[in-house]
């Protein structure tokens, strides 16, 4: 994945990974029970506290927490090197016959107000043992199935925040030709000036391999737009979430795409500790079997001042395509 997802620390309740699994022979072919499940946590300093974890039932399979998704096992402080998770008796039982979607959340904070550079972490499921099951026959999640991101406490000083949104835009529900071959959200980012004022010189956007499509043929647009409180929203009755940045529509290269402008400058004005909300866009015209994705690469975002480090790139955008509607 390569991509790191910065949380400020004091953050509660924050998704820190997702997991689903079918029971393949569920023993009486009706329902079987989800026991425990090892986590590990991988601390790059100690100083992490990872605390109220909890495993909550994805009903509707989003990979959030909806309010009426019940928290089915928790643990209040995990231990050195991971959380021991017990499920709910009175909420372990799940149906044999589907496939089961959770997510993983818990709450994070740093020891110290300081929090220096390279404070990350990580869950991980080691393996398909981690899990146990009762009355489950084969039950098993497959490695695929298992995503946990890293995740960087957002430092205090030094640096200048570029990471993905927490209302990062989904792919239509329904991705027909229709719905997504227009102007739509492809990615949130979040960026801030951390112990210093700043401004962003230049954005670059780019495609993550040649399995995409690229710029002037599956992306007829691009533009980059102020997302006011982060979100996710772009209000079309108010003028700053209405009008882009900048948009570029007319491409010199396919791999990449500049966005320098004295309008971009003049909005991606930072005073010390401010925090802005950006949405990018993309018009797409795709075909059957393309499929979209955009990166903000490693050098992608360049500063005024060029004393602070850019901290959280690079970013990915979500993966967009349209299916194929002809049965
Ligand atoms: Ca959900
Ligand atoms: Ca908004």
Redesign the pocket.
Known sequence: MGSTIIIPKGTKGRVVGQFNFVAENCAKNDFFYFVSLQLKIQRDDLNIVLKNIEIVYDKNRNGAVDTDEPVIAYKEVADATGVFLILDPQKSSFAGSEEHYFVIRADVDFAVDRVPGGASFRFIIESEDSFSFSDAGAAKPDGTAINFADFLVEPTENYFIVTRGD?DPVPPESPVATEVNKDIPVLQLRTKALDAANRIRRIRIGIPSDDYVTFGSGIRSVSIY??????????PM?EE?RVPIEKIEEFDDEFDVTFESEGLANKLHYSEGQEI?L?VKAHFGLMRNDKAKIELNRGAVLLENTSKKVEGLPVFSKEFYIVDLEE
């Open positions: 209302n102020l997302d006011l409180g982060g979100d996710g929203i772009l209000d108010i979430e909300f949405i």
